[in-house]
T-cell receptor, first 111, second 114 residues
Framework: EDQVTQSPEALRLQEGESSSLNCSYT??????LFWYRQDPGKGPEFLFT???AGEEKEKERLKATLTKKESFLHITAPKPEDSATYLC????????????FGTGTRLTVIP | DAGITQSPRYKITETGRQVTLMCHQT?????MFWYRQDLGHGLRLIYY???????DKGEVPDGYVVSRSKTENFPLTLESATRSQTSVYFC?????????????FGPGTRLLVL
């Protein structure tokens, strides 16, 4: 069964303190791994798609990496505006149009 | 502005009533999706549609009905609302429907069933 586990559930960082969020997955034939950012009361906002192990993508202070079993979202020198819940989702061979979402990591960046 | 909108944003209803949540997108995306988000669960797919008049079940379809007569609209109906359907509902759209295709989400509808 396709499954996504995100850790930690919550993370508090001081402004400028770099860290990483983890997304571990089991999926039959990975077709895509997606990172989204979700602010309170809003819909998920697309950040990255990764397709194969070894792939990396960057956007401002965020960098996403992918291995065969997990993905990391690295946050370099975070700012308070980076506070949000970060969601990971995977698409596999089963359920052709299903994305399986993790429960997210709630990030708080303290000024 | 182009994008995906949902209405209403907030809805309170009673058990047994019929409720319809609306979703509209202006990107001309072929695929549209309905998810629900509950505490302790990731987003879960309710129904999706590959094109007008083509719909299929997702992970948690029971108690829901969808239709898609126009490409840009994808309403979700709760035929007889139950308390377990209290949730936040998100509509999404994508140019493709495969599990490698990016989905773009609307702002959500927060539904409370009393």
């Amino acid at each position: 069964e396709d499954q996504v586990t995100q850790s930690p559930e919550a993370l508090r960082l001081q402004e400028g303190e770099s860290s990483s969020l983890n997304c571990s997955y089991t999926v039959s034939g990975l077709r895509g791994l997606f990172w989204y950012r979700q602010d309170p009361g809003k819909g998920p906002e697309f950040l990255f798609t990764l397709y194969s192990a070894g792939e990396e993508k960057e956007k401002e202070r965020l960098k996403a990496t992918l291995t065969k079993k997990e993905s990391f979202l690295h946050i370099t020198a975070p700012k308070p505006e980076d506070s949000a819940t970060y969601l990971c989702a995977v698409g596999g061979q089963t359920g052709a149009n299903n994305l399986f979402f993790g429960t997210g990591t709630r990030l708080t960046v303290i000024p | 502005d182009a994008g995906i909108t949902q209405s209403p944003r907030y809805k309170i209803t009673e058990t047994g009533r019929q409720v319809t949540l609306m979703c509209h997108q202006t990107w001309s995306h072929s695929y549209m999706f309905w998810y629900r988000q509950d505490l302790g669960h990731g987003l879960r797919l309710i129904y999706y549609s590959a094109a007008a008049d083509i719909t299929d079940k997702g992970e948690v379809p029971d108690g829901y009905v969808v239709s898609r007569s126009k490409t840009e609209n994808f309403p979700l109906t709760l035929e007889s609302a139950t308390r377990s359907q209290t949730s936040v509902y998100f509509c999404a759209s994508g140019a493709g429907g495969g599990a490698q295709e990016t989905q773009y989400f609307g702002p959500g509808t927060r539904l409370l069933v009393l």
